[in-house]
């Protein structure tokens, strides 16, 4: 993905058929949609690519046990079709997605006799509603078995447990590589690129005026139709179109911790059905750490939202409920704040109770607006949305949606199976090393390495896989524009271990100093920006 030939396309005076504002899942997802079926389509994206919600999910590929365990006791058809949707699109996202995506137990531990039937029956529902598109039957354990396979569970009062499936998958490289995938098949995507303002004749939507916030430069781009895909800032975009539109997008904070493997099973996550407040809580094993979250409660809308010191202790105090060895905050190696878009609904007072379905909305502008849902059904939400714009604007694709069956950057061919020893034979690199890579990038791994000076495997730091080769391949390949695009997003580092990344990012600039031709003063401010982001949120 090459930026300077994308700003070329950008700033090339083309109408296309479809400009997309913002670069998380959905919009990229839109992207891909569009350009697969012939259209001509333009992404800008003010940050990096899921600089903000995208790369803070809990990492899981789900139907949504919540919807349904919802649906069966209010009979609510709403969360059943949620569920239904959510499982189908949850077999799409594991098939399209190998090397990102895989199959993950979870353990739901029961300390109540009369929670073993009520939460088997909604699990075996749960397999019943994904059909053929299984992943895995769920079935009970004993109290004997569901300690051995969690042996930080605390025993005292524990009657069972159940297991089910569901998935797991890097977030952030997986924006990453809808956006590579939109990239290759003609669409124009360019990150740090911002919609300043839209135009308009006639009441209608023409173009948007743009800003390249790396060099400062303004035009415009023409567009049949606009796609508003900001997320949580979806309402500051409707706005641009109508300044009296009123806001239909509400935030819910999501708090995650990471801390050592030692507190999660090795081979399977661990599902608290319901906390003190309802809620889920999830333990998870998560790139050789332990990642606890989420929280769900009301929130302001902004960049890098700081985890409140009063959801990190919430997340603690539950986790201690239920495992046998102490978690403080001492242990916490990261921690990081979400910000989930929820379609707003004024008669709604709970977060946790607001349908995360997703909405489209035509604005009397034109501006077509798709906000809600989840990471599992980005597809879904990317093919309503160009269908939308297809009939509204009478464009003419040469096909109708394709992603359902589209192999993404890095699965046309990828080796489950050998492609670990193959990168460890070929390139002489440590188990750990080669299946980071391996998982990462896929059938594109070699490239990787391939791209790489005579000491291209050497670690970025001694205690994570991650080598000074993907800093470089970041930046020449797959539009890296900051230390922190390298060590947050394109690596998981920041999000993993603060401190490990706050020892690589030295490097880390020093390779980008000479691949992108930083001087000193663009040096120090990286170093300065790591800083901050590590310091206060990433």
């Known amino acids: 993905m ?101 199959r993950l137990p979870l353990i739901s531990p029961l300390y109540r006799w009369l929670d073993i039937p009520y939460i088997f029956a909604g699990l075996r529902i749960y397999d019943l509603l994904a059909g053929k598109l299984g992943i895995g039957g769920s079935r009970l354990l004993s109290r004997a078995e569901t300690l051995r396979r969690c042996p930080m569970l605390k025993a005292e009062g524990l009657k069972a447990g159940v297991l089910y499936y569901d998935g797991q998958f890097s977030d952030a490289r997986m924006a990453l590589t809808l956006a590579l995938t939109a990239a290759e098949l003609g669409a124009a995507i360019a990150s740090r690129v911002e919609v300043v303002g839209l135009r308009q004749e006639g009441g209608k939507l023409t173009g948007a005026r ?14 049949r139709a606009i796609i508003n895909a900001a997320g949580p800032f979806s309402d500051s975009v409707r706005r641009m179109a109508d300044p009296e539109a009123p806001p239909i997008v509400r935030a819910s904070s999501g708090v995650h911790i990471v801390v050592d493997k030692r507190f999660a099973p090795a081979d399977a996550g661990l599902m608290v059905p319901r906390t003190e407040d309802g809620r889920v809580l999830f333990i998870l094993p998560w790139q050789g750490h332990a990642l606890i979250g989420a929280t769900d409660e009301p929130a302001g809308i902004e960049d890098h939202p700081r985890p409140r010191r009063e959801a990190i202790a919430y997340l ?61 059904t980005y597809r879904k939400m990317a093919e309503d949305a160009v269908n939308h714009a297809v009939a509204r604007f009478n464009l003419s694709p040469k096909c109708g949606c394709r992603t359902a069956d589209l192999p993404l950057a890095g699965a046309p061919n ?101 691949e992108l031709g930083w001087d000193r003063r663009r040096c120090a401010v990286e170093s300065a920006e790591a800083e901050r982001r590590l310091t206060e949120a990433i």
């Open 2 to 102: 090459d930026r300077r030939s994308a700003l070329r396309a950008l700033q090339s005076g083309e109408t296309f058929d479809i400009l997309i504002i913002g670069g998380g899942a959905t919009g990229c997802g839109i992207a891909i949609d569009a350009a697969s079926r012939g259209l001509t389509a333009a992404l800008v994206e003010r940050n990096d690519f899921a600089e903000g919600a995208s790369s803070r999910s809990t990492k899981l590929v789900h139907g949504g046990v919540r919807y349904l365990e919802l649906a069966i006791r209010r009979l609510d058809r709403g969360q059943y079709n949620l569920v239904r949707e959510g499982l189908r699109e949850r077999s799409v996202f594991l098939k399209n997605a190998p090397h990102l995506a895989r």
């Open 210 to 223: 743009i800003l390249d916030r790396e060099t400062g430069a303004r035009w415009d781009i023409e567009a």
């Open 316 to 376: 603690l105090r539950h986790v201690r409920r239920y495992l046998s060895v102490e978690v403080t905050e001492k242990n916490i190696l990261s921690v990081w704040s979400g910000l989930r878009p929820l379609v707003n609904d004024p008669k709604v007072t709970d977060t946790a109770h607001l349908a995360r379905d997703y909405l489209i909305e035509v604005g009397n502008s034109g501006l077509i607006t798709i906000c809600g849902g989840k990471w599992t």
């Open 414 to 514: 990828f080796d489950a199976d050998g492609g670990v020893e193959t990168l460890r034979s070929v390139f002489a690199l440590d188990l750990d090393v080669a299946a980071h890579l391996h998982h990462a990038y896929g059938d594109r791994a070699q490239r990787v390495m391939k791209c790489a000076a005579e000491n291209g495997a050497v670690r970025l730091h001694p205690a994570h896989p991650y080598i000074e080769a993907e800093v470089l391949y970041a930046a020449r390949f797959e539009a890296a524009l900051s230390a922190m695009d390298v060590i947050a997003r394109r690596l998981p580092l920041a999000f993993l271990d603060r401190e490990a990344a706050r020892g690589a990012a030295p490097r880390v600039i020093e390779l980008l100093a000479a």
